[in-house]
């Protein structure tokens, strides 16, 4: 398949951004522009997703995409950065590829299913079936604050058209079939790298018990939440501890 990528900046160490379900590189342009003056950045579109092309998916082959781009890149190690879907992929690629990945940091994201996610899959799943404007209607509550979708109606609205346009349905469904199907907590164990996990203390996709599972499993790991946050964490002041955090632990 074709894989739209970005590599910039500079520095001996190397991060992977991996963006969450329905996104694509541009998502981590405010944190990666402030990261790239001392690290190489690689960021890239998953599967159907961005610009990169769609085919059928599981994790595992989400996982493998990202072994074959670092190799194509000649990139031996790197750092793992993942929102939500893209946290999934990393913990994936970590179990799988533990030779590949320096340190891990796991924002918004889940090692298993619990009933209040799966209920919010089918909830998606439901909209996505009718288009990306339902499915955008349906994620955006759980995704921002109330008063920062207040301050940014309009501007949100004419995401969601502009969006609509190019978003691949399909893409954006396996996603979500393969998230209700996730689980990996029995084998967190084997983790054995540096582990940072962020999360918005108001998240409702991605339940502040999931959290406590990945801190509890993942032997070297820190859990540090987000006042006044969903299920975005890169807004406002947020932005700048996340990069504090990761300079810390890279």
């Known amino acids: 398949m074709e894989c739209n990528y970005i590599l910039e900046g500079a520095g001996k160490d190397t991060i992977v951004f991996i963006h969450g379900l329905s996104d694509s590189l541009e998502y981590w342009i405010k944190l990666s522009s402030k990261l790239s003056r001392n690290y190489q950045i690689l960021r890239y579109d998953l599967r159907g997703h961005g610009k990169s092309e769609f ?4 994790m595992d082959d989400l996982a493998d995409d990202l072994h074959e781009l670092m190799l194509k ?3 031996e ?6 929102l939500s879907l893209g946290g999934n992929v990393a913990l994936k690629f970590a179990l799988k590829y533990p030779e590949s990945v320096e340190n891990l940091v796991i924002m918004s994201s889940f090692s298993e299913v619990d009933d209040n996610l799966r209920l919010k899959f089918l909830e998606l799943e439901n909209a996505i079936n009718i288009g990306f404007e339902e499915f955008f209607d ?3 509550d759980y995704v921002l604050p ?3 979708l207040e301050e940014n109606y309009d501007m949100l609205q ?6 609509a346009q190019s978003a691949n349905l399909d893409g954006i469904r396996q996603g979500i079939e393969i998230g209700i199907d996730f689980n990996v907590t029995n084998n967190l164990k084997d983790i054995d790298v540096p582990t940072l996990i962020l999360a918005g203390k108001d998240d409702e996709i991605s339940s502040n018990n999931l959290q406590y599972i990945l801190n509890d499993n993942i032997k070297d790991s820190k859990l540090v939440f987000f006042e006044n946050t969903k299920h975005n964490l890169l807004i406002g002041n947020n ?3 996340i ?3 990761i300079r810390q632990l890279i």
Do not use: N, R
């Open 55 to 58: 085919t059928d998916f599981t």
């Open 73 to 75: 890149l000649d990139i």
């Open 77 to 82: 190690k790197a750092s793992l950065i993942g």
């Open 138 to 140: 349906a994620i955006i």
């Open 146 to 148: 109330k008063d920062i």
């Open 158 to 163: 004419g995401y969601k058209v502009l969006q």
């Open 239 to 241: 932005i700048s501890e």
């Open 243 to 245: 990069e504090k955090l």
